[in-house]
């Protein structure tokens, strides 16, 4: 995962543990309009302020996104569940804010939504549900083939080939599968 983007974070204490999420999984942080002193959510960081220091802040959605590749927003019920969603290479995550997470105009920003399937409530505390996608974003990317090996398919097919297939994030036994397939013809 490349950005993690708080959308008008609330809670000084969710911000913080976001902030040493980010720095556990090797993501930036961008902060949009925060509703405190940054100050504040040092507490949480434990030593990992840096991460919250070097926050990258912004004025608007329009703004913290236009410079990445692939945005997936957060909300309850919509869009697709964590458990089919396969992470993609240079993706970031929007995070939206406490009391009720991002509107469907920040949503139209996002290149897809994803929520995570809850039983009986659907909503989660926003540092919780950072904690949840981004563990699980890591652990998925890291079953994915890595993009040096998809160079031998362009070889074979051809540039639209391998980009459809970094698109689609293959698990190294779909990627075998793959290969065989082509070699085969």
Known sequence: MEKVILVEPEIPENTGFIARLAANFEAEL???QPEFNLSEARKTTNKYQDKLRNAEIYETVEKAVENL?????????????LKKFQPRENMSLMIGRESHGLSNKELEHCDTKIHIETGKHSSLNQSHAAAV??????TKQK???KVDKLDAINEETGEVTRKLLKRAAPTEKEMKAVTAE????
Do not use: E
Request: no cysteine; aromatic share 10%; net charge positive.
């Open 182 to 185: 082509i070699k085969s013809r």
């Open 69 to 81: 590749d692939y945005v997936v927003g957060t909300k309850p019920g919509k869009g697709v569940g």
């Open 30 to 32: 961008r902060i949009i």
């Open 143 to 145: 079953k994915q083939v």
């Open 133 to 138: 996608l981004m563990h699980s974003f890591y």
